[in-house]
């Protein structure tokens, strides 16, 4: 019987994906290569998003063992080896995907409200609302140099994402040290120096001018306010203060002894 001459010719490449990047696979797929078969015209990108790896999260490919561009075209019989941001030292002389430096101010979508507050506790400069759609999120974070933070793998495929981050976790506490760890943010936090409502920067304020705007027992117990130059919101060390403070000890992100750097 003769073949249908409509059927796809289908090619196959093998790939091997390190690090984090395996998180995007079948479990029988991690932390070996694996044969992907596609058909028609292919480019690098779209062979990796076809097996399920976005291309914001991919740092360096190589094929045949040479660096390439992720509109490559691929043929099939290629060897492909996809890593996320780099590290090793033996691929310092390759040069990365993704733009450096790598950045220190996000837009998150709708799913990661509390890791936003927790961001801006620690001093980062975080765009978050609920009413921004996908499209909306790109575009932002591709005006204004943000890292796109997301618990939705469908927005990292979009080609416009230049840094986008697929956050693992479901905890809030363990998600702000994912992404701190990812980003290499540990020399960049300013604790308290934030407003968590709003993103404002935060600064100092008379008492005398905050004794209409706190509760009288804070004002009376209190020598200390700041005031959000965003939404105007004081804030005091009071009770939150610290309970967020053993908080961020307990995450290691502050010593017994440190103490916040600036803010209330």
């Known amino acids: ?9 289908w090619r196959h490449v093998t790939i091997r994906c390190y690090r984090e990047l395996n998180d995007f ?5 991690r932390e070996r290569r694996f044969q992907f078969r596609f058909s028609g015209q292919a ?5 990796l998003e076809g097996a399920g790896v976005p291309q914001a999260e991919i740092d360096l490919v190589l094929v045949g063992g040479h660096p390439a561009a992720l509109d490559h075209p691929i043929t099939g019989g290629e060897r492909l ?10 691929l310092d002389s390759f040069t990365p995907l993704r733009p450096r430096p790598l950045p220190d101010t996000f837009i998150l979508d709708v799913n990661l409200g509390r890791l936003a507050r927790l961001l801006r506790l620690s001093g980062l400069d975080c765009l978050y609302r609920r009413d921004l759609d996908d499209g909306e999120i790109v ?4 005006e ?15 080609s416009a994402v230049i840094h986008g981050y697929w956050v693992r976790s479901t905890d809030p506490e363990r998600q702000l040290i994912e992404v701190i760890h990812h980003f290499g943010l540990e020399r960049r936090l300013r604790f308290f120096s934030r407003c968590i409502r709003c993103n404002g920067l935060l600064h100092t304020i008379s008492r005398d001018d ?8 804070a004002w009376r117990e209190h020598r200390h306010f700041f005031v959000c130059d965003g939404c105007g919101q004081v804030y005091w060390r009071g009770s939150h203060y610290r309970s967020m403070t053993q908080t961020l000890t307990r995450l290691g992100l502050l010593s017994k002894t440190q103490g916040p750097e600036s803010g209330p």
């Open 1 to 9: 019987m003769d073949s249908d001459p409509h059927a796809p010719l």
């Open 25 to 29: 696979l079948p479990v029988a797929s």
């Open 43 to 47: 480019s690098l990108k779209s062979v």
């Open 81 to 90: 080896e996809a890593f996320p941001l780099l590290e090793s030292p033996a």
């Open 139 to 142: 575009h932002l974070a591709g």
């Open 144 to 158: 204004q140099g943000r890292g796109i933070l997301t618990r939705d793998k469908g927005i990292l495929h979009r």
């Open 210 to 217: 905050v004794r209409d705007r706190v509760p009288t027992g």
